[in-house]
Structure formats: structure tokens, C-alpha cells
């Protein structure tokens, strides 16, 4: 039997251990958007979790490492939350009912915990040229989700102005720009708004067959 094989207390070592990730991300994510991810020490990490240094170490190498995997874990949420919601669609359902139902299930997925939302669009933000690269690839990937998944229905045989990743990024730049403000906002309008405020511009940036 392997390690991650072994039973302690009735419960298996990877069942421990993805317990325990899990709790560092909860906690990183919570404290970053508390007090912002530069003022906050691996120690505080660790504290906020109520685990060690040598359990934060089994995990991760550094305190970026858990940055990166609470971004990861919150984009990865929100696409799992798109796809779903965009499947869900029938054929007979128009654009900006289509755009809507993406939008809402995108910003539904971050901004129903502005903690996930700080960190996703604040916290994340030219702290290490490494960082801004893997924040780059990930708008690829929310590139060609939008290409592969959400465009067969909003527009079937449409594409984005620009191209893919010019487009997207077009698009994306607003998302962020729009929810950062909403963020900052006292007090913050809801959701909906925002959405209300992204259908059309997603949709301008779409062109479909003549």
C-alpha cells in the first residue's frame, strides 16, 4: 500500500491532505483580501489556517505558491460555473439572453465572495513578473472558452473582433476594470449590475456571419 494509500483514523492520507490544502487556500484567500497579499507573512498564513510551517511546506514552496493556487482555484470555479450554465442553453436562445446567462454564472461564481473577488482581480496584480504571466495564460484559457464554449451559442459561426486572445483580452479588460470599481464601491451594487453593464459590450466585440 502506497502512502497516500494508508488509512489514519479511518481516513485516507490523500483525503488528509487535500483537507489540508483546502485550508490553506480558505484561509490565504481570506487574508490576502483582508489585508492585502504584501502585508501578509507566510506565518499569517499558516496562523490563519490553524496549520504549521512543516504542513504549509508539504503543500507549497512559498507564500506565492498559494497565491497562485487560490487564483487557480477561483478561476477554475468560475469556468466550471460558465460551462455549466452555458450547457444548459437550447439552440432557440437568442444572444444577449445567451451573453447574460455566461456573464451572470461568471460573475455569480467570484463576486458572490468579494473575498475571491479581491484576490482574483486585486491582490493578483504585478506582484512578481512570474505571476503576470501565469495570469496572462490564464486569460488564454478564458480565451478559448469563450471561442469553444460560449460563442457556439451566443453566436454559432461568430468570432471575436481582433481575433481570439486581442478580442478576449478586449473583453476581459473590462471584466476586470468594471469589477475592481464594484469592489471599491460603498456601498457595492449588485451583481446584476455588472452584468447588465458587460452584456452589450461582449456582445459589440462579437461578429457574426452576414
Not at 468560475?78 to 437568442?94: F, H, N
Not at 473575498?115 to 496584480?125: G, H, N, S
Not at 496572462?136 to 460560449?150: M, P
Not at 486572445?165 to 473590462?174: N, P, Q, R, T, V
Request: with cysteine; aromatic share 8%.
Amino acid at each position: 500500500m502506497t502512502t497516500l494509500g494508508r488509512q489514519y483514523g479511518g481516513r485516507a492520507v490523500a483525503e488528509r491532505k487535500a483537507e489540508r490544502r483546502e485550508r490553506f487556500l480558505d484561509a490565504a484567500t481570506k487574508i490576502f483580501a483582508e489585508r492585502g497579499y504584501t502585508d501578509c507573512s507566510l506565518a499569517d498564513v499558516c496562523a490563519a489556517a490553524g496549520l504549521s510551517k512543516r504542513q504549509f511546506y508539504e503543500e507549497f514552496q512559498t507564500r506565492e505558491d498559494v497565491l497562485v493556487a487560490a487564483y487557480d482555484r477561483i478561476q477554475q470555479d468560475a469556468a466550471a460555473a460558465v460551462i455549466a450554465a452555458v450547457r444548459e442553453l437550447d439552440s432557440a436562445t437568442d444572444a444577449q439572453t445567451a451573453m447574460h446567462t455566461a456573464l451572470t454564472a461568471y460573475l455569480g461564481s467570484i463576486g458572490s465572495d468579494p473575498f475571491r473577488a479581491k484576490v482574483a482581480f486585486i491582490e493578483v496584480v504585478g506582484v512578481s513578473e512570474r505571476m503576470e504571466q501565469h495570469r496572462r495564460a490564464r486569460r488564454h484559457k478564458w480565451a478559448d472558452l469563450l471561442e469553444t464554449v460560449v460563442l457556439p451559442k451566443v453566436a454559432p459561426g461568430g468570432h471575436l473582433r481582433g481575433g481570439t486572445y486581442l478580442g478576449a483580452s478586449a473583453f476581459i479588460g473590462a471584466t476586470n476594470g468594471l469589477t475592481s470599481e464594484w469592489l471599491l464601491a460603498d456601498p457595492r451594487p449588485p451583481v446584476i449590475q455588472l452584468v447588465d453593464l458587460l452584456v452589450p459590450i461582449s456582445l459589440a466585440l462579437i461578429e457574426t456571419p452576414v
